[in-house]
């Protein structure tokens, strides 16, 4: 803190030593342990425009919560501004002309609940827990990302509270450039107040999960892969490797079909008969409860350190440093996942939105997690260890909702080619860097 503020911070404001206030500093990483000055519990934009004037005119850092769901814990700061968007649950679905108007404190499953109630959904990532607005901000990538492509390219409009603290009314016509650095360039440029979507007919979907043993893992990873290459846009798969109850790696398949469930059946035929694998759970099922199947494995609470890049090509030598680093994994609830970005998502031109990373590939992510802090060593000392082993068969890009405090060059590696062009739309927009707090992008000027 450099000086005392010179205005008062009116309105529902959490200070240390009140009761909730512990509770409101808190986000998904445990790891995190930021005390904020104050903590502004926003319920408007105009809330949000006071924090944003008074954390500027005191010279304050800034930090900005949607979901508190990202593993760096930028939604924090030490003795700064906490911006709380929690409360800003607003929801409108229109399903006449297939949009929805979203506050950033919703969460995936408040979101899909209202959409699904209409048959449709925004495509958004794949745990229900999740915050809509980093998760959109960042790219969003889920099951629908093949036929529909990811979260930030449904984003059609928002409205957005400046450094200036003026609220803009963003879309294809009004403030284009601060749109296409929305799809994708993170928190950078303002506090979206509200999201506008583009809806698609969604579900029942044909989804569930196939599941192998150690000793077919190899086979069962190429045979997933190869598979993959040919299917159709509907079909979007997420490979995750943790250790069974015994202690033993185990791979799983899980699998979304987002088009008619018959043809899901045929088309997905092939890839149940490999192996066989030793549990099938695909069936159909509502949407709203395949995106809240995962919620059970990450606990709120517990300590998180993750280390991410994209995987393009599954070689041979890939395959075996994957299971390398699998056989590995300390014991608990860590695990290694690769999540399909393919189809539609893939094929949006690198410049065409901020999230440049447009090709068939996996998000591939290292997740270790545990909950007794003694543990912190070793699972740290894994996920870095089974980084540096993968790195070679990686993409020099990273996604950049999976980054943590990782410095300057990784945050290029999240923005790749879009880097320049993030810059100078952030000089336009904030270019005393007042949103810094995040994966941050230096405003430069034309
Ligand atoms: C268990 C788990 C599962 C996940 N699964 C997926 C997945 O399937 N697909 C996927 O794509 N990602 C996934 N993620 C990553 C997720 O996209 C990021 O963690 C994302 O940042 C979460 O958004 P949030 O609003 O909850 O985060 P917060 O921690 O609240 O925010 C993250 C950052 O976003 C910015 N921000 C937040 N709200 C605003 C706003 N309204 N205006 C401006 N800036 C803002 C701020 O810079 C903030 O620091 C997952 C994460 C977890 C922990």
Redesign the pocket.
Known sequence: MTSQPTTDLNGDVLRPGDPDYDAARA???AMIDRKPLAILRCRQAADVARGIAFARENDLAL?????????????VCDGGIMLD?SPMKDLRVDPDHLRAHAG?GLLLGDLDRATQHHGLAVP????S???????T??????WLNGRYGL?CDNLVGAEVVTADADVLHVSEDEHADLLWGLRGG??NF????SFTYQLHPVGPVYAGALTYPWAMAADALRFHDQFMARAPDELVTAVSIALDLSGVPQVSIGVCWCGHPDEGLNVLRPLRAFGPPVHDTIAPMPYVALQSA?DAG?PLGWL?YWKSGYLRHLTDAATDTLLEIAAAMPPGSSGIGM?GLRGAASRVAVDATAFPHRATQYDFLILAQWADRDDSPRNIAWARDSFTAMEPHLEHAV?V??LGTEGPDRIRAAYGPNYPKLAEIKYRYDPANT?R??QNVSPVSQ
Do not use: D, E
């Open positions: 986000v998904f990483n930090s900005v919560r949607g979901g508190g769901h990202n593993v760096a814990g930028n939604a968007l950033p958004l990532g794949v745990m827990k999740t915050g809509i607005a980093g998760l901000l960042g790219g969003g990538l889920g979260a993170g928190g303002g506090v979206v107040t995962p990450f998180h999540q996604y909702n999976n949103f707090l995040n």
